[in-house]
């Protein structure tokens, strides 16, 4: 890899993280900085719609920056189109709107409240009246993985053996357990989110940054040159290793 480049996991709602984490890219690589979002924009956190009017807008004027697809993006995305809240990764009697999974907090952030007894429909009618349709376009734009040398950025995880264009959505968004469980080598350093932990952490075969943002824990950015990884912070650059 010839230059650097930034990564940024999951955000879920949280503004001011993001304009954080963002400012410590900028201070470490300037405003053209190549930057790769790695999905769950929305869900949980306080301003999901503030969140991606500052990605929309990015896009809008030619930032360096590449959007990945999360779950949680592809669930709202999935009401918008056509109100479904059912998602079969999820937990038996979960759902979008489920107190677990955020979808409430994101419609909220645009001003969009119900009741546990209204019908969906009716919740969407006052969605598509409330959210922006560049914000929708934006959704359904995301893209699944970004390959760049010897490092590939997914949201999730990949399925060991498995080669990449053979990958599929529901695994590069989804997967868990097959992923994060297995030790051996894969062709590339696979950085992902997903899957919170207590704070980013690199496991010699892939580097999680889903420090748990959605949770109120830091969103830490990371910088990538070749393999060789560091965590961004206020005193500068520290370096993750296995």
């Given at each position: 890899?010839t230059s650097?480049?930034?990564?940024i996991?999951?955000?879920?709602?949280q503004?001011e993280m993001?304009?954080?984490?963002?400012?410590?890219?900028?201070q470490?690589?300037?405003r053209?900085?190549?930057?790769?979002?790695?999905?769950?924009?929305?869900?949980?956190?306080?301003d999901?719609?503030?969140?991606?009017?500052l990605l929309?807008?990015g896009q809008?004027v030619?930032?360096?920056w590449?959007?990945l697809?999360g779950n949680?993006d592809r669930m709202?995305a999935?009401?918008?189109?056509?109100?479904?809240t059912?998602?079969?990764?999820?937990r038996i009697?979960?759902h979008?709107?489920?107190?677990r999974?955020?979808g409430?907090?994101?419609l909220?952030?645009y001003?969009?409240?119900?009741?546990?007894?209204?019908?969906v429909?009716?919740i969407?009618?006052?969605a598509?009246?409330?959210?922006p349709?560049?914000?929708?376009?934006?959704?359904n734009?995301?893209v699944?993985?970004?390959?760049q040398d010897?490092?590939?950025?997914?949201?999730?995880?990949?399925r060991p053996?498995v080669?990449l264009?053979?990958?599929?959505?529901?695994?590069l968004?989804?997967?868990r357990?097959?992923?994060?469980?297995d030790?051996g080598?894969?062709?590339?350093?696979v950085v992902?989110?997903?899957?919170?932990?207590?704070q980013?952490?690199?496991?010699?075969n892939?580097i999680?940054?889903?420090?748990g943002?959605?949770?109120?824990?830091?969103?830490v950015?990371?910088?990538f040159?070749?393999q060789?990884?560091w965590l961004?912070?206020?005193?500068g650059?520290?370096?993750?290793?296995p």
């Amino acid at each position: 890899m010839t230059s650097a480049i930034y990564a940024i996991g999951d955000i879920h709602g949280q503004l001011e993280m993001l304009e954080n984490a963002l400012h410590l890219i900028e201070q470490d690589g300037g405003r053209d900085a190549r930057i790769v979002f790695l999905g769950d924009y929305v869900d949980r956190g306080p301003d999901c719609r503030g969140v991606l009017d500052l990605l929309v807008a990015g896009q809008k004027v030619g930032r360096n920056w590449v959007f990945l697809l999360g779950n949680h993006d592809r669930m709202f995305a999935r009401f918008m189109h056509d109100g479904s809240t059912a998602e079969a990764k999820l937990r038996i009697g979960e759902h979008w709107l489920h107190a677990r999974l955020g979808g409430t907090e994101t419609l909220a952030s645009y001003g969009v409240t119900y009741t546990e007894e209204e019908r969906v429909y009716k919740i969407l009618d006052r969605a598509r009246a409330a959210v922006p349709s560049d914000h929708v376009d934006f959704l359904n734009r995301l893209v699944t993985y970004h390959h760049q040398d010897e490092v590939l950025f997914v949201h999730a995880g990949i399925r060991p053996g498995v080669s990449l264009a053979d990958q599929t959505e529901e695994d590069l968004i989804w997967i868990r357990g097959e992923f994060l469980d297995d030790p051996g080598p894969h062709p590339w350093l696979v950085v992902h989110g997903h899957t919170p932990a207590e704070q980013a952490e690199h496991r010699g075969n892939r580097i999680n940054l889903d420090g748990g943002a959605g949770m109120g824990r830091p969103l830490v950015p990371a910088v990538f040159e070749g393999q060789d990884c560091w965590l961004l912070t206020n005193d500068g650059r520290v370096p993750l290793i296995p």
